[in-house]
């Protein structure tokens, strides 16, 4: 998500919000909801007269709260003395979605208004040269020209960790808080919150990790825990209070236009603030002038419940905190980027255009500039000097998808063919043709937009120009006009100057004692017969040109000749595993049309071969080499599908051993954890980059199988690893065969390289993501398929102009699953500035968190985890002091300021911290901890936005009657009811959690149940009913499925059972078991740690 919005106040616990842009919702345009105070001011639409003046941006501003122990802090809290809220000519943010009602609208029952204040927004698209543009309300379509004003607000900040010194300070500083519009606040519930420790013990069956006959009955994708040795009683969450939501607001008459506001508080104008005279010069107005303000409404500190805490039982200690509502709320930002983004396309040709958030369903249109679905950037306005870089501390880098998905509507990128000349290209640098190059002499030249090299243009390239010097042919040719586009390459762009054959798959079959007792081998034969017709094909081609192999292994190798001419296929041993050797070329890869009967029979006998086996040993290493061999014998490109369940303890090269350690965490040598066991693969992931054989892993495990080592060539080849613990085939195999066809058929290039070019000032120094690199240009990927990020960092090497831009090439050479050899290239142009101010208007929360995780994730290789996490909390604490020192307006240093493109960083960021990477709770095994470091480093942007910060809806919300999602709600215990069902989602896992309060009739329309006890946590999809509940969540279950690059695993929780403990560690704003601080918390933390920065 970016963070492009002003905050939201949810609504009080267990109440529908505002939901997850993106996705077919009914947007809340003009419509009301009860419950929660509305907006003082109505929505801004009036025109905002162009600023020339730099000024500083207008910020986020909370006040800090509780003074922290020892050391009192005085609290500016007086309206009176607040500095402005600038709105120069920075993005302004948005009204939230509509307008707020006059005083006395009815809402209708069961909803809830969404917010207090009105919400910031992102705006994105302002062409470079363009004045400040305003957006209007929800209800209107966007028009680019046209934002309204922004209005700050100010919660209050607990100190991190420490409680308010005593009660009757906390009143006092409630007291004299000042927010505009209303605030309700809900007394926390009295036995929620954060709920107990996670028990080291539960009872009932298994959880993931136990070494136990029968595996647990469902648990996520990368979680698996160590056995609980006893039970755990007294450990329910109390009953949540759905009740205590404080006074009913009064709702006030929208005004005309926002007052100006003073020193980030809410509430009214009063007077000029030192240093300024009256309004500021160029803005003599906002629109139409505002109405008289509601006096400010004070935060009634009587609404805080506040017993001495030594009076309370221990479940039920209050704690005094900030209102959750009155920090920045990430469903806000995507819900407000949605209504404001969503409805126009985005048009790709200003350069230095902020794209809609990733969760905003939006249609884009090339015109320049590579979409956003390819490429994104931490900022799209970039400092003109290294210094500057270094005084914001905010990484320029990119997300590149190169092979990316469009959805259906969108065009995909048009193959250009010039012939046996090839593409042309800049003679010094290297660049393709590309939009920004620049035609000169008459056309007969043109000169380079990243090295400035002029280049005669081939004879047979020639076109004349136009009285504006653009070509004639301009709009003919894809790569003078699109941002996005291929060639078709050359013989010189190939392998030993010769043209690639098509590439092949091989099917490589774990057989020993495992893979065949619980099923797996005669479900993955079943499935290969039918998924053989699915392999990818070119556009419109009959069938595909893909050939295929089979192996089978446990100590030794089988291999299976299945050539069409054969009767019965043949089996060939190879028991040598030190030194690997194919036995046969002829018939080992071969068409799946020619050679259909024999590969049916063989996927029919082998199942049968190995039924009796006792071998429980395996090999891993002499696998990869085999796959590798056949593929060097065939003179062709590939991939290896390995289906593997153990550590390869028997005798050959690549033996691993189990030195899985606990005792390891939070310890200097944690980091081992993380690396590979031997240097073995490292060389053997070189061999197969070289020749092109990408490895795909599917893992069975039911003990420490140390993915660290397994998953060094997969990763380096630009493979994929997908994990299934204690695989069963009942609850498990719906997963596993959605993700193994899904693998099969996904459009995957082969033999890739790529490149990324950069105009003079800037250059690309470090890569992130699946892949090998034998220079420090070059990235290199033997496949490379459409959900891989590879993930760029870019540095200065010299000044930028404000004029001229930064300008990215991305050039991708592959080979297609046809055999044909190709050049994708994306380009992208940038703003430069010289103004802070800019860089942080041009952010993109959602891309930097991205980045940052994947920094964070590779630098537990090498430091203590303990070290990666400060890094990470001091340069987001610079980022942000940086803002607050150069471009906030002056104000008490008991205020936090975010930027409005950046104020979800807190939240984001603390999500990374409390990450099973940097935090391992007491369940989370070593390998699981691997697997999600390895997976979080290929991710996309949309993909690490919902793992973070996983989608919450509530599904008794859902309108059956439509096709929209529910509203989601933020992640934390406090929103939760007893009385519904609720649907969490992480991009591995899909949470289904029940209250315990939850209507009969609701749990037989969803489960087929009479009753909550009766629901069972086995299931692992929802069964089939007929009627419109159950088809209602059905079907948003099948979308979020469609969404994701993996198949999800489904797990049903119920309140106060055993498996919440898993649920509770998603809800990403709660305090985590394993010591995570909650986003209140943290974002009091941060302040602190800002304010050090800037004292």
């Not at 919400?119 to 305003?134: K, L, R, T, Y």
């Not at 109390?238 to 607001?249: A, E, I, T």
């Not at 999809?1021 to 499925?1041: A, C, W, Y």
């Given at each position: 998500m970016s963070v492009n919005q002003q905050a939201h106040t949810g609504p009080p616990y267990g109440q529908p919000q505002p939901g997850y842009q993106g996705y077919q919702q009914p947007a809340y345009g003009g419509q009301s909801l009860p419950g929660v105070p509305q907006a003082q001011y109505g929505a801004y639409n009036g025109p905002v007269p162009g600023y020339q003046q730099p000024v500083p941006p207008q910020g986020y501003f909370p006040s800090l709260g509780f003074p922290s122990k020892g050391s009192p802090v005085s609290l500016n809290s007086d309206t009176s003395s607040l500095a402005p809220n600038f709105i120069g000519s920075l993005r302004a943010p948005p009204t939230s979605g509509a307008p707020p009602p006059a005083s006395g609208a009815s809402h209708p029952s069961g909803h809830l208004a969404y917010s207090q204040f009105e919400?910031?927004?992102?705006?994105?698209?302002?062409?470079?040269?363009?004045?400040?543009?305003?957006r209007p309300p929800a209800s209107q379509p966007f028009l680019?020209?046209?934002?309204?004003?922004?209005?700050?607000?100010?919660?209050?900040?607990?100190?991190?960790?420490?409680?308010?010194?005593?009660?009757?300070?906390?009143?006092?500083?409630?007291?004299?808080?000042?927010?505009?519009?209303t605030a309700a606040s809900a007394p926390p519930p009295a036995g929620l919150g954060y709920g107990a420790p996670r028990p080291p013990a539960m009872p009932g069956p298994?959880?993931?990790?136990?070494?136990?006959?029968?595996?647990?009955?469902?648990?996520?994708?990368?979680?698996?825990?160590?056995?609980?040795?006893?039970?755990?009683?007294?450990?329910?969450?109390?009953?949540?209070?759905?009740?205590?939501?404080?006074?009913?607001?009064?709702?006030?008459?929208?005004?005309?236009g926002y007052q100006m506001q003073q020193n980030g508080s809410f509430g009214q104008m009063r007077g000029p603030p030192p240093n300024y005279g009256g309004a500021y010069p160029g803005a003599p107005n906002y629109g139409s002038p505002p109405g008289p303000p509601p006096p400010p409404k004070r935060l009634d500190p009587?609404?805080?419940?506040?017993?001495?805490?030594?009076?309370?039982?221990?479940?039920?200690?209050?704690?005094?905190?900030?209102?959750?509502?009155?920090?920045?709320?990430?469903?806000?930002?995507?819900?407000?980027?949605?209504?404001?983004?969503g409805s126009e396309p985005f048009v790709t040709g200003v350069r230095g255009q902020v794209p809609p958030l990733v969760t905003t369903n939006f249609l884009v249109k090339d015109q320049g500039n590579a979409s956003p679905r390819y490429i994104r950037c931490t900022s799209y306005n970039i400092p003109c000097t290294s210094d500057m870089a270094k005084q914001s501390q905010v990484p320029l880098a990119a997300v590149i998808k190169p092979l990316a998905a469009l959805p259906p509507e969108e065009t995909v990128p048009y193959l250009v063919d010039h012939g046996e000349s090839g593409p042309v290209r800049c003679n010094r640098c290297k660049a393709y043709m590309c939009p920004f190059m620049q035609f000169i002499e008459g056309g007969r030249r043109f000169q380079c937009c990243f090295c400035s090299c002029v280049t005669e243009v081939p004879p047979h390239y020639f076109q004349h120009l136009d009285h504006t010097g653009k070509r004639v042919d301009f709009y003919d040719r894809p790569e003078l006009s699109l941002g996005s586009y291929e060639f078709l390459a050359t013989v010189d762009y190939c392998k030993n100057n010769k043209f690639p054959s098509p590439p092949a798959f091989i099917f490589m079959i774990d057989v020993s004692y495992n893979a065949v007792k619980s099923g797996l081998v005669r479900l993955i034969c079943e499935e290969l017969k039918s998924l053989l017709d699915y392999l990818p094909r070119e556009g419109n081609m009959e069938e595909s040109a893909i050939r295929v192999g089979f192996v089978t292994y446990n100590k030794v190798l089988h291999f299976y000749n299945v050539k069409s001419s054969l009767a019965q296929p043949q089996m060939m041993v190879v028991s040598d595993v030190a030194d690997m050797f194919v036995p046969l070329l002829d018939g080992f890869l071969v068409n799946v049309n020619e050679s259909r009967t024999v590969i049916a029979s063989l996927l029919d006998q082998i199942p049968e071969m190995f039924a009796d086996t006792r071998e429980?040993?395996?090999?891993?290493?002499?696998?990869?080499?085999?796959?590798?061999?056949?593929?060097?014998?065939?003179?062709?490109?590939?991939?290896?599908?390995?289906?593997?369940?153990?550590?390869?303890?028997?005798?050959?090269?690549?033996?691993?051993?189990?030195?899985?350690?606990?005792?390891?965490?939070?310890?200097?040598?944690?980091?081992?954890?993380?690396?590979?066991?031997?240097?073995?693969?490292?060389?053997?992931?070189?061999d197969c980059v070289a020749q092109g054989c990408c490895v795909d892993l599917f893992l069975f495990p039911n003990q420490y199988l140390d993915v660290a080592t397994l998953g060094v060539v997969p990763y380096q080849t630009g493979g994929s690893i997908f994990k299934y613990a204690y695989f069963q085939l009942e609850t498990d195999q719906y997963r596993f065969l959605n993700d193994l066809r899904r693998d099969v058929q996904k459009e995957v290039g082969f033999d890739a390289v790529m490149r990324v070019r950069t105009s003079t000032g800037i250059r690309a120094t470090d890569f992130f993501g699946a892949f090998y690199m034998s220079n420090t240009t070059d990235v290199e990927m033997a496949g490379l398929d459409c959900d891989k990020t590879i993930t760029v960092e870019f540095k200065h090497d010299d000044k930028l102009s404000e004029d001229s831009g930064a300008l990215l090439q991305c050039a991708l050479l592959y080979t297609s699953c046809a055999g044909q050899r190709r050049l994708r290239i994306h380009n992208l142009s940038l703003n430069c500035c010289t103004q802070l101010a800019d860089l942080y208007r041009n952010c993109e929360t959602d891309t930097l968190i991205n980045y940052l995780a994947k920094y964070a994730y590779r630098g537990v290789l090498s430091s203590p985890v303990k070290t990666v996490r400060d890094a990470l909390i001091n340069q987001c604490a610079q980022i942000l002091a940086c803002y607050r020192k150069n471009c906030a307006s002056p104000s008490s240093a008991g205020q936090l300021i975010?930027?409005?493109?950046?104020?979800?960083?807190?939240?984001?960021?603390?999500?990374?911290?409390?990450?099973d990477v940097l935090q391992p709770g007491p369940e989370v095994t070593t390998d699981d901890r691997a697997y999600v470091r390895q997976l979080v480093t290929s991710m996309d942007v949309a993909e690490t936005n919902v793992f973070f910060y996983p989608r919450l809806l509530p599904l008794t919300k859902a309108d059956v009657d439509s096709d929209s999602l529910p509203a989601a709600i933020r992640n934390s215990e406090e929103r939760l009811s007893k009385g519904d069902i609720y649907l969490l989602e992480n991009g591995l896992n899909i949470f289904v959690w029940v209250g315990v309060n939850v209507q009969q009739g609701l749990i037989q329309n969803l489960f087929g149940v009479s009753?909550?006890?009766?629901?069972?946590?086995?299931?692992?999809?929802?069964?089939?009913?007929?009627?419109?509940?159950?088809?209602?969540?059905?079907?948003?279950?099948?979308?979020?499925?469609?969404?994701?690059?993996?198949?999800m695993k489904l797990i049903i929780v119920k309140q106060e059972d055993k498996l919440e403990m898993l649920f509770k560690h998603f809800l990403v704003e709660d305090k985590s078991l394993s010591g995570g601080a909650?986003?209140?918390?943290?974002?009091?933390?941060?302040?602190?740690?800002?304010?050090?920065?800037?004292?």
């Open positions: 919400h910031g927004d992102v705006q994105n698209g302002i062409p470079a040269s363009a004045a400040p543009m305003q680019p020209g046209s934002a309204p004003t922004p209005v700050s607000q100010i919660p209050t900040f607990q100190q991190y960790g420490a409680p308010p010194a005593s009660v009757q300070q906390l009143r006092n500083h409630m007291a004299g808080m000042t927010i505009g519009g298994p959880l993931p990790g136990q070494t136990v006959a029968g595996p647990p009955s469902s648990q996520p994708n990368h979680v698996s825990s160590p056995p609980p040795p006893s039970t755990m009683a007294g450990l329910h969450p109390g009953p949540p209070m759905s009740g205590l939501h404080g006074p009913p607001p009064p709702t006030h008459p929208p005004q005309p009587d609404s805080i419940p506040s017993p001495q805490l030594n009076e309370l039982p221990p479940q039920q200690k209050p704690r005094h905190r900030i209102d959750p509502d009155a920090i920045p709320s990430p469903i806000q930002v995507i819900e407000d980027d949605r209504n404001n983004r429980t040993e395996t090999v891993f290493a002499p696998v990869i080499q085999a796959g590798l061999e056949a593929l060097k014998a065939a003179e062709c490109a590939g991939k290896l599908f390995i289906f593997h369940t153990s550590l390869p303890i028997a005798e050959a090269p690549g033996k691993l051993k189990n030195r899985d350690d606990r005792k390891l965490i939070n310890t200097d040598k944690e980091k081992t954890l993380f690396q590979p066991q031997t240097s073995f693969y490292n060389n053997l992931a070189k975010l930027p409005e493109c950046m104020k979800l960083l807190p939240v984001y960021l603390n999500c990374v911290l409390k990450s009753s909550f006890s009766q629901i069972s946590n086995a299931l692992s999809t929802l069964p089939v009913l007929e009627n419109p509940f159950s088809k209602k969540v059905r079907s948003i279950v099948d979308m979020l499925q469609g969404q994701r690059s993996r198949y909650s986003y209140v918390d943290f974002l009091c933390h941060m302040h602190k740690e800002i304010r050090q920065l800037l004292s």
